[in-house]
């Protein structure tokens, strides 16, 4: 990121205005008004030239800025922002489908494990009735081969979920990848907010010389505005702010204190 | 008991729909988002609608205040599963005529506990 420093070897503004200043009042202290009057020339030459030298700085700050942001990768020509959409889009789509790869395996592993269940407490009823004496020969013969049965069906559907769940495990893979993207994209909007800052630096030292100064009335709203606008916003991300519930119960108290 | 979950995320779709299964409704549809629920609640005869709130098109809100401006839909229960956690936004949804509102992420649990609830008043 190229820097936008100040030359630092070249006297600063402040520097030449009080020398000025001082010639000023030596000369006005001389009596000889053609030479106050070049001075007073002189240091309208050093505001103007200052004032250049500044707005010359802007300009150039804010076209690195935008190449800086621009060059998140020589090899596209796609500006850094649009790749951090990009970027953001692959997050989605990642989640998006290491939720349905879960969802899906458990939903596949849950018939087999109901299955094993099933099978277990029909075969206990049978195993009571044994242990009663309860079971005619023949029913026992029949028990048998249920168990046996049982047994290799419990094999093949543990073997199944096992399977499964070692696949939902991986299946979480994508954390990794995605924390990696949104770490490049938070790195980004940082950049950005630098670049920002030093913009916003560089024109304040334009208004500095200038004289201009920024009204503040764009940034209040009223709390009557404020309370109108009831809209989505989101998650939020910190629950211990204020007029943020921390949970389910907070949702309950308050809906209960409404009269729900 | 028809059931219409509306969440413009289709893995939420998939986790309420399940739910809601595992919970003995399984005559459920989905919709993605207030623009495409509406027509399919006006049209159809569902009983039940859990919807989230943040979604492109309509929101949940949004479609909260017309199923309570319709007179067939008035006095359909409408539970709401949202993210939205802000003091203000939940007593707006609790104006607007919620029926119920559940904060991601939820348990299982929380969400049987509310649709039981709103259904005990219903039919109380």
Known sequence: ?260 | MKILVVDDFSTMRRIVKNLLRDLGFTNTQEADDGLTALPMLQSGDFDFLVTDWNMPGMTGLDLLKHVRADDKLKTLPVLMVTAEAKRDQIVAAAQAGVNGYVVKPFTAAVLKEKIDKIFERVEG
């Open chain 1, 1 to 260: 990121m190229a820097e936008l420093q100040l030359d630092p070897h070249a006297p600063s503004f402040q520097q030449e205005m009080k020398a000025l200043a001082e010639d000023l009042l030596q000369k006005i202290d001389g009596g000889d008004l053609g030479k106050v009057v070049g001075v007073v020339n002189n240091i309208n030459e050093v505001r103007d030239r200052t004032l250049y030298d500044e707005i010359g700085k802007l300009t150039r700050g804010l076209h690195n800025a935008i190449k800086d942001i621009k060059s998140g990768d020589e090899l596209s020509e796609d500006s850094g922002i649009d790749q951090a959409s990009d970027k953001l889009a692959y997050v989605i789509e990642m989640t998006d489908k290491a939720a349905n790869r879960t969802m899906d395996l458990a939903e596949e592993g849950m018939p087999l494990n109901l299955e094993n269940l099933e099978g277990a407490i029909k075969l206990q009823e049978q195993w009571q009735k044994f242990l009663r004496k309860e079971l005619k020969p023949n029913e026992f013969r029949e028990l048998t081969k249920q168990i046996d049965a049982y047994l290799s069906q419990t094999q093949i559907n543990s073997k199944k979920i096992s399977s499964q769940l070692s696949d939902i495990l991986m299946a979480q893979d994508f954390q990794d990848l995605t924390g990696q993207v949104i770490q490049r994209v938070t790195k980004l909007v940082a950049e950005v907010e630098t670049r920002l800052v030093d913009l916003i630096a560089m024109a304040g030292e334009v208004d500095r010389i200038t004289g201009i100064s920024h009204g503040e009335s764009d940034q209040t709203e009223t709390p009557q505005e404020k309370d109108k606008k009831i809209i989505a916003e989101g998650p939020q991300i910190d629950t211990s702010l204020d007029g943020v519930v921390g949970g389910q119960d907070d949702v309950d108290d308050l809906l209960s204190s409404l009269g729900f």
